[in-house]
């Protein structure tokens, strides 16, 4: 049975692309590197993934429809992101090679994702979960992809968050990346749900955190001061800099 909350990814769809969109023109505006490239197709793909779930909603469950949802967000939701922090906190080279690993990684799980025969008897027509897959072991990729996610993009808006903290005038950029940490691990957790049968809990935390990681950004870019990034930049802490 549908309930309200299901219909949550339709707005986090909304918000998802048009974001997608202001960091993509910021690139355009820029064309300061990489970054910038990674962080619009991360948002784009977290957009894709919840506009898999709302189609859920509306229309009813598919098994084309599932698998897209689990690879746009179990594989895709945050791996984008997290890499495009990596070319700010990483060398080019290194950046290089961390993708050359993790790009065969997706595609690897993403093939997986597809060819698993999937158990209809666990079906639910307006719910995605996937404990649907007979091939279980094929959920144990998306632990890795989070972690990942969770190292880089987090860890970095932590580790900006703490050091913008310390002078007055780039408090606000410490707030900003507050909220991005914070709205970059709320879907995980919802992610994490999942595994137990609770998808309500990813429309939530996905709704909540593209708002927390948008009012992050906004946040950064309200100070007119322009501070060199240092090594513990984030998405939010490159976009106060221009």
């Known amino acids: 049975m549908r309930q309200p909350i299901h219909f949550v990814p339709i707005a986090t769809t909304v918000i998802a692309l048009i974001f997608a969109v202001v960091v993509y023109l910021r690139y355009r505006e ?6 910038l490239l990674w962080w619009a197709a991360g948002i784009l793909m977290y957009g894709i993934g919840t506009f898999t779930e709302a189609s859920v909603t509306l229309f009813g469950w598919s098994e084309s429809l599932f698998r897209s949802w689990y690879i746009s967000g179990a594989l895709l939701g945050g791996a984008p992101l997290a890499q495009g922090t990596v070319y700010l906190l990483l060398s080019r ?5 961390l993708t050359g690993v993790l790009v065969p990684f997706i595609l690897v799980a993403s093939i997986c994702v597809l060819l698993t025969p999937i158990n209809y008897e666990l079906v639910e027509q307006h719910r995605l979960s996937g404990q649907v897959m007979v091939w279980s072991w094929v959920r144990l990729f998306s632990p890795f992809i989070n972690t990942y996610a969770l190292i880089f993009l987090v860890g970095g808006a932590a580790l900006s968050a ?4 310390r ?14 940490a914070v709205g970059a691990l709320l879907p995980g957790i919802g992610g994490m749900a999942t595994r137990l049968g609770h998808v309500e809990l990813l429309y939530a935390g996905e709704f909540v955190g593209i708002i927390l990681i948008w009012l992050g950004y906004r946040f950064n870019i309200r100070g007119r001061e322009r501070v060199r990034p240092h090594v513990g930049a984030t998405l939010a802490q490159e976009a106060a800099s221009g």
């Open 93 to 97: 080279r290194a950046a290089n090679r």
């Open 30 to 35: 820029r064309r300061s590197g990489p970054h």
């Open 167 to 180: 002078k007055k005038a780039t408090y606000h950029r410490f707030v900003g990346n507050v909220l991005i």
């Open 162 to 165: 703490a050091r913008f903290s």
